[in-house]
């Protein structure tokens, strides 16, 4: 049983009898007289077990964007539900309005309309729907949570994806839609046209030249139906925050839009999330559904403290293909020791495939290396003055800084590309380097 608020005021008037006649019989006479008003209030509610709960909503939501949905409410019983909804979600879930009030006639039903603005990714689920059963007096109510168990999954929001644009206009002009031509050993023949100054000579297809009379050349296109395999780090590194975020989210944006570009580009595009053994592997994405399935893959990742296991990449990638592919491990390059057994494996990758690391670097950790450390006065006592404090900020900032650049100068001899900038400027640089390894037929 529940009561509301007009029971509580009218139980106040009994204050009222007390203080003019002096005596509190009065007050307890109201307050009975209310109390039981209230008690068949609820005798006359709708009753609860004839409610259904019908819900109408999609089962993926982007986060940061709104998802529509519908609440449906069938009344079953013989007598009108007069009635406060409250779906039970998350709260990070994002949905509106909490409370719904609706007046369902007997052997009816009603629809209310919900939103959902997700403010976090992953699974949101909610348990079954509240309902509370107003009498014609709006006193007190029955009250039972109708099961109606809900899922809905919130897939990252991929800002990076307004770098899209300018990387498919990139792309047409490497696939032979403009006026630029390439020529590689990992490109294909596309056809045949008259030498014009400035052509290489190499391209001349003398054959052709020889049939025609004049000079012909051969134009190339990169080759479709590549592979390219990304791996996103989902142990340690990816726990680590830069800003209000984890760098996980700055891996997720950069498999999204390198998943993207390489499906607008024909190849095939596989994914593993990967800690201390596979959390989740998206095989052989294709344009159509490429978003799609790596975002409610990722949505599900979370960060963990595992050490990521790098050993098993090799036989993860063999495991999709043999032939020589674009490897992109979005990770972050920190220090020796924490990138040790990523470092192992680099060799033997890079021998076989394109490989390509990803270096998230950290705003706040640059600004403190560069940072004037002026000299203020602290309290008593044994601590180090403020000023002091600074300057081993600073070199802690700079040899953090120092390890970072170490451990990517090894990976370059390793012959792998080491691609590193702020959470916001890794996506794109990882595109380009796609579009690079692309236009040089590296892949």
Known sequence: MAISGRFVALLAVAIVPTVLLGSGWG????????????????LLAADLRAVRVERRMPRLARRDTVADATLVLANDGRRPLRAVVRDMWEPSAGHAPRRIRMTVPAEERRTARMRFTPFRRG????AGVAVRAFGPLGLAARQ???????????????????HLPSRLARLRELDGETTLQLRGHGTEFDSLRDYVRGDDVRSIDWRATARRQDLVVRTWRPERDRRVIVVVDAGRAGAGRVGDEPRLDTFIETALLVGALAAAAGDRVDLVVLDDRPRGRVHGATRVDV?????????????????????????????????????????????????????????????????????????????????????????GGTSLPSGGRDVYRRAAAERSLLDADGVADVARRAGVEVVHGAPEQVPPLVADAYLRAKAAGRL
Request: avoid cysteine; hydrophobic fraction near 50%.
């Open 27 to 42: 007050g307890v006479a109201w307050a009975g007289v209310v109390v039981l008003a209230a008690v068949l209030d609820v």
């Open 123 to 126: 699974r949101r689920r909610s």
């Open 144 to 162: 039972r949570v109708v099961p109606a168990p809900a899922e809905l999954v919130v897939t990252p929001p991929f800002r990076s994806r307004r």
């Open 291 to 379: 978003v799609q399935r790596f975002g409610e893959t990722l949505a599900l990742a979370e960060p963990g403290l595992a050490a990521t296991d790098w050993s098993a990449v090799p036989a993860l990638v063999d495991s999709v293909t043999t032939q020589r592919s674009l490897v992109v491990l979005a990770t972050s390059l920190d220090s020796v020791g924490a990138s040790a057994d990523l470092l192992t494996v680099l060799p033997a990758l890079a021998r076989r495939h394109a490989v390509v690391v990803t270096a998230v670097d950290d705003p706040a950790v640059a600004a403190m290396a560069g940072r004037d450390g002026g000299v203020r006065r602290g309290g």
